[in-house]
C-alpha cells in the first residue's frame, strides 16, 4: 500500500488501518461485539484498560478471543503488559501461542525490546511486533526501534506521550506534533503502518473528525479509537474521497496517453503529472480497492 515506503511492503501494508479500535481484553461483552464492528483492525488490550485484578481473566478471554477467531478480514493485535511488569512475561507467552497478527509492545523505548521479542518468535511465527510510541525516548530513537527485527506498525500513545513531556491537551495538538511527525517519519522510512493516537472525548463527534483530518494530512493510515461510536468518522476521513479517486483517475489515464505518445510528463487541468504523481495516485486507487475488499 506504501508504495514510496524504501522497504517491501508485507502483507500487513495491503490492508487498510483507517480504525483500529481498542477493547478492553476483560470485557467479553466488547469482544464479542467486536466482531461485527466495522473496524480495520482491533487492538485486544491487556495493558492500559485493564485493572490489576482483571490481568489473568483478561488475558485467558483474549487468547481464546484470537484462537476462536471470527473476526473475519479485522487484523487483530494483542496489546500486551510491559515486559517488566508482573504480567508482562505471561502475556508475551500467550500472545506468541495464540498467533494474532501483531502483537503491540507499551512503551518502547528502545529497539532491544523489540529485538528480545523478535528473537522469542519462532522461525515462521506469522505474528509480528507493533510498538507503542509514547515515550520521549521512543521518540528519540523511533528510527532504530523502526527499523528493528519484525516490525509492522506503530501505534502513537499521545496520552503517555502527553504525560511524560508535561505538555496540555489542545485541539491543534501542536505541543505533540514534533513528535508526531518524528514517528511518522521513522515509520515510513522503513516501511511500516503509522497510527495515530486516541481521541478521548469520544462523545464529541466534531472534535474527533477534526482531529482526523490532522491525522490523515500527516499522513497517518488511520485512527486508533476507543468507542464504536467513532468508527465511522474515522474509516470516511482515512478513506479516499469521490474526487480523490476522480483526480487519481484522471492523472493515470492522463499520464498514460502521453507515454504513449513518448512524454515523460502529462498536463491535466493546467498542472504537471509525472511519474511520482502517479505513483500517488495509484496508491489511492489500491488503498479504495483494499477498503472495498473489507466488506
Ligand atoms: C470508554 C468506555 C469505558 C465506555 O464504555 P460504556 O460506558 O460501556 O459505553 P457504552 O455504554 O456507550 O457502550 C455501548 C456498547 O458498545 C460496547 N463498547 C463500548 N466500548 C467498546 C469498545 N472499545 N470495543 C467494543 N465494544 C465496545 C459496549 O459493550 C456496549 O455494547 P452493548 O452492550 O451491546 O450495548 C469503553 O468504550 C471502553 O472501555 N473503551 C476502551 C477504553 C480503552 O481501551 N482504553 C485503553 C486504550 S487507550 C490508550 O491506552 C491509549 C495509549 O496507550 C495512550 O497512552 O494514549
Ligand atoms: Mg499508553
Given at each position: 500500500m506504501r508504495c514510496g515506503a524504501t522497504r517491501t511492503p508485507?502483507?500487513?501494508?495491503?490492508?487498510?488501518?483507517?480504525s483500529v479500535l481498542y477493547m478492553p481484553g476483560s470485557n467479553p461483552r466488547a469482544l464479542e461485539k467486536a466482531?461485527?464492528?466495522?473496524?480495520d483492525a482491533l487492538i485486544l488490550d491487556l495493558?492500559?484498560?485493564?485493572?490489576p485484578d482483571a490481568k489473568g481473566t483478561a488475558r485467558d478471554l483474549v487468547t481464546a478471543a484470537v484462537r476462536e477467531g471470527?473476526?473475519?478480514k479485522r487484523r487483530l493485535l494483542v496489546r500486551i503488559n510491559?515486559?517488566?511488569?508482573?504480567?508482562g512475561r505471561a502475556d508475551l507467552e500467550a500472545a506468541i501461542a495464540a498467533r494474532p497478527h501483531g502483537i503491540l509492545l507499551p512503551k518502547?523505548?528502545?529497539?532491544e525490546l523489540i529485538e528480545t521479542v523478535a528473537a522469542g518468535?519462532?522461525?515462521?511465527?506469522?505474528s509480528r511486533v507493533w510498538a507503542m510510541m509514547e515515550t520521549p525516548e521512543g521518540v528519540l530513537n523511533a528510527a532504530a526501534i523502526a527499523g528493528a527485527p519484525r516490525m509492522e506498525g506503530f501505534v502513537l500513545g499521545t496520552n503517555d506521550l502527553a504525560k511524560d513531556l508535561g505538555t496540555r491537551h489542545r485541539p491543534d495538538r501542536l505541543p505533540l506534533l514534533h513528535a508526531l511527525s518524528q514517528c511518522l517519519l521513522a515509520a515510513r522510512a522503513a516501511g511500516l503502518v503509522c497510527l495515530d493516537g486516541v481521541y478521548?472525548?469520544?462523545?464529541?463527534e466534531a472534535g474527533l473528525e477534526a482531529e482526523c483530518a490532522q491525522g490523515r494530512d500527516m499522513g497517518f493510515d488511520g485512527k486508533t479509537l476507543i468507542?464504536?461510536?467513532q468508527l465511522e468518522i474515522a474509516n470516511r476521513i482515512f478513506a479516499p474521497s469521490e474526487e480523490e479517486l476522480a483526480l487519481a483517475r484522471a492523472q493515470v489515464a492522463a499520464f498514460e496517453e502521453a507515454q504513449a505518445k513518448g512524454l515523460g510528463v502529462a498536463v491535466l487541468d493546467g498542472r504537471i503529472v509525472e511519474n511520482l504523481h502517479v505513483e500517488t495516485a495509484r496508491r489511492t486507487l489500491a488503498k479504495a480497492d483494499a477498503i472495498a475488499r473489507m466488506s
Open positions: 508485507g502483507a500487513g501494508r495491503m490492508h487498510p488501518y483507517r466482531r461485527s464492528l466495522p473496524a495493558e492500559d484498560a485493564v485493572a471470527g473476526f473475519g510491559a515486559l517488566d511488569t508482573e504480567w518502547v523505548s528502545r529497539p518468535l519462532p522461525e515462521g511465527h506469522p478521548n472525548a469520544f462523545r464529541d468507542h464504536p461510536v
